[in-house]
């Protein structure tokens, strides 16, 4: 198809598909004339991959191409790509040697030896899990990592769906590009569920306590 | 406190604390000298608070401000302060109208009165879940919103714990602040659970397939 074709088929303008182009996070048309070049199904699909990323997951471009690049590494084996994929998601952790949260650190890593859950040592995920609960301790909320059980047993029923899908694609790159629509996507849709129960509870409470400075006198 | 006290109690520079005086983000301290000012612990929980939302919540500087304009201002119901901090934490839906997306959005408020979850109509999580809900299945992942039900289930019962802990808050900026820290920063904490969780179940697949390039044969 045309370049007019691709857009219409993906919703992507031309302008911001030959900035992809340019980008080098589009993989270039097959060349028919001197200004004219034929793009298939996997053009539409990898623009749908950039979009969800951009639109949903919220990463700058360089992110984007990061996580691309490792999508179609063919050299690496399924797990170090979707390892990749993964860590490429976090922004690089400080280097953060703050009390509180080198104290949170440890009690994550002897969290995840009991759950039985090997991480790479470089990847950014503990650090980050152990960032989160000092804040939530300097603002005064009394968690501890067993509060995360339920969640953590619920992600692990979820990764095996997740992982088992991705991981039965025909190919490699589609198994690759499967996992990680699926974590940007599922993440971003558990955490909307999350801001709608927030709401939801917070207008029952309202009502049930009928409290606040605008209840009439 | 001066500002090199402020400093280093909450361990943001002074460049940055002064960078956040001036965008209005920090309120001002008390006045003591002609280039002196005195600062309280009320800074520096308001300073942990910014740099929870920036670094944790991976909010934009203008983001942060509409959101702590919510917390401050006295004159609406904790309730609707509730809704502004977290309508203010997604970014405005695009006037979308694919067809798809429009689809799952009938699906998402369904279900939500299924739940009798009560939205407020211009909160963008609807549709936002709806997003995700029509990438999902782009591609090609077979998912419906009673996917979701054991994880709202969940969130239900997290968001009734956050709700009565912000509520019982002494003041009411208080309660405001705990809930939007609650909000990000649980978000940001169970979101690594499931990378964590993804990782460490792709490791166990990859040792039982033991498939993939690197292999040795």
Known sequence: MK???????????????????????LHAGL?????????????????????????????????????LTAVDDESTSLHDAFGAVMHGLDTVPPDDTAPDIAAARREVDAWLRRRRWKIE?????????????????????????????????????????EVAYARGMADRAAAVETMLIGTVVFE?????????????????????HGSGPRRPV
């Open 3 to 25: 370049v007019s074709e691709l857009s219409a088929e993906s919703g992507v303008s031309v302008a911001t598909i030959k900035f992809y182009l340019r980008e080098g996070l």
């Open 31 to 67: 060349q028919t004339a001197a200004n004219q070049a034929d793009y298939d199904g996997g053009h539409v699909r990898r623009l749908r991959l950039i979009r969800a990323l951009i639109d949903v997951g919220e990463l700058p471009i360089a992110a984007v191409r990061a996580t």
């Open 121 to 161: 040592p470089d990847a950014p995920a503990p650090h980050a899990l152990a960032t989160a609960v000092a804040i939530l301790r300097q603002f005064d909320f009394p968690v501890t990592l067993a509060d995360f059980d339920e969640a953590a047993a619920s992600a692990e029923r979820s990764a095996e769906f």
């Open 188 to 208: 971003r849709a558990l955490a909307e569920i999350r801001r709608l129960a927030l709401e939801a509870v917070s207008a029952r409470t309202e009502r049930r």
